[in-house]
């Protein structure tokens, strides 16, 4: 039983809605595409992925081995040396990059259906996160026609310096379950933009909308090789794509822990490294907000996507002269979230991935009431066919209690008082993780004394969890290496080189200088 059960009695978590139709679609069946072509796994083999709301199948895929994942390989280094695409004009892999979204547009249901019953999201969550995508295309595009180095004419008259940006190679990009498509379109197009070939490795778990991308890719008229895609498990198909002699730089989206495990792997070759990886992001109240739209963040922050989201606002650091009153009303505002079958039209929190990942969750609700947190609404898991968990709210935390400071991924929300600013920056900071924050007050001063002290890549202030594809993404510290999105992104994979033109005669170095 979980230990939470023990708490003194809790509010009712809210009920589930009713289950919708099940959906009309034909199951996904996913192959590899290396070097232009849909193939089979070299031994045949293939997994399925089963929809963690409702249990049908909804896909399957084959299952790379090291063998294929070096076809792969081979087949992006091919491109990238003896294809068109690397020395293409930027304007014309622009022209290519809007027919993609062209494409995922003319395609956001079809895919937003098969990322809802894979991740267990909202339908129109997936909806949006789909559509959104095709700005982000639209906006690498822009950036492929704008790339450009320096030039040096300050070396005096007989040199010129001139800085070339170049695209670094063939890139691996290894992406997550919780936002397969958008993660993987912060990624991609930048690369294929800045001249790169790729080798695309998804989640095993939620692997159909890259798979379309694919079709996509392949539509818009993309050469043969300069994208590919293996899918299958990390250890299997992610560790042969981090370890591989052509991989000149690899990205990777997910767990802290994975993270450092491929940076590693890819250290030993010194190959360039981009990481995106775990937050334990607060949300920092003073007594002066605005009130009411600081509620309805906080608990947006916390459940949307089931707080399967490295950006998760996953604890509130709440000025201590308004931490009941918080917590009687973000209680109050957790149970009308309405939860259950992600394919109904009123659902705003869906199901959890996987029964790890809802056993994982539990765990840590366990071991923050073990450590003396108090539970104040939700714990538990539904009593209900497919994996829903009870939006969760835990108040009484200090800063050093593990759930604190370890990364949950799930609708768990931690409240954590504080008494002035700088207490707060103190305690925002005390975590391995630096991703994001916000900071809620009208006070200006307030906010930017808060938002310069927080160790985070993003502060909001008085919002929460929007984004740009104008403004850059990433963390510090255990939160990643490097940023996606802005107007740097296409740089991040290109090299610089740099050419020095003399001018004029030159004088040898070994002849003796004339006599005075």
């Not at 939470?4 to 009695?9: F, I, K, L, P, S």
């Not at 981009?274 to 002066?288: H, M, R, S, T, Y």
């Amino acid at each position: 039983m979980n230990q939470a059960t023990h708490n003194e009695a809790l509010p009712a978590a809210p009920t589930l809605l009713a289950g919708a139709p099940k959906p009309d679609h034909a199951v996904f069946h996913g192959q590899l595409y290396i070097d232009g072509a849909w193939r089979e796994a070299l031994d045949g083999a293939r997994f399925e992925r089963r929809s963690p709301a409702h249990g049908h199948l909804v896909s399957t895929f084959a299952e790379a081995t090291a063998s294929d994942v070096d076809a792969a390989i081979s087949a992006a280094e091919r491109a990238f040396h003896d294809g068109p695409w690397a020395g293409m004009k930027g304007v014309e892999r622009a022209r290519i990059l809007l027919a993609v979204a062209d494409g995922i547009k003319a395609r956001v249901d079809e895919m937003a259906l098969l990322e809802a019953l894979e991740t267990g999201k909202p339908l129109a969550q997936a909806r949006g996160e789909v559509g959104g995508c095709v700005d982000l295309w639209q906006y690498a595009a822009s950036l492929a026609r704008t790339l450009s180095g320096d030039a040096y004419d300050s070396l005096g008259q007989d040199m010129l310096g001139i800085v070339l940006r170049q695209p670094i190679g063939v890139v691996g990009l290894i992406t997550p379950w919780n936002f397969p498509i958008w993660i993987l379109s912060q990624k991609l197009p930048f690369a294929l933009a800045a001249g790169c070939t790729c080798v695309v490795k998804p989640s095993e778990l939620t692997s159909s909308t890259t798979a379309i991308l694919m079709q996509i890719l392949e539509q818009a008229g993309v050469p043969p090789g300069v994208v590919n895609l293996v899918t299958g498990q990390g250890p299997t198909v992610g560790q042969p794509l981090a370890e591989h002699r052509a991989i000149a730089m690899l990205s990777f989206t997910g767990s802290t822990r994975v993270g450092s495990l491929l940076g590693g792997i890819a250290s030993k070759g010194l190959k360039k490294v981009a990481l995106e990886l775990g937050g334990k992001n607060p949300q920092i109240v003073f007594p002066d907000c605005d009130w009411d739209a600081m509620i309805d963040a906080v608990v947006f922050g916390v459940y949307f996507n089931a707080g399967e989201c490295c950006n998760s606002g996953s604890r509130v650091l709440v000025h201590a002269s308004i931490a009941e009153r918080f917590a009687q009303a973000v209680v109050e505002r957790s149970r009308q979230v309405p939860i259950g079958d992600p394919l109904h039209p009123d659902c705003k929190v869906g199901a959890i991935v996987s029964e790890q990942q809802m056993n994982d969750i539990l765990g840590n609700i366990d071991r923050g009431v073990a450590a003396g947190a108090r539970l104040r609404l939700g714990g538990q898991r539904y009593d209900a066919d497919g994996l829903y968990l009870q939006p969760t709210v835990i108040s009484d935390v200090t800063p050093e209690m593990p759930i604190a400071r370890d990364e949950v991924f799930g609708p768990v929300l931690v409240i954590i008082p504080f008494d002035d600013a700088r207490q707060a920056v103190r305690i925002a900071n005390d975590t391995a993780y630096g991703l994001s924050a916000a900071v809620w007050s009208r006070d200006i001063d307030t906010c930017l004394t808060v938002a310069r002290g927080v160790h985070a890549g993003t502060v909001w202030v008085n919002t929460f969890l929007d984004g740009y594809p104008e403004l850059p993404f990433g963390g510090v510290k255990a939160s990643g290496v490097g940023r996606e999105l802005g107007k740097q992104a296409v740089e991040d994979y290109t090299e610089t080189k740099t050419i020095q033109l003399h001018m004029g005669g030159r004088t040898n170095w070994w002849l003796p200088r004339p006599a005075p």
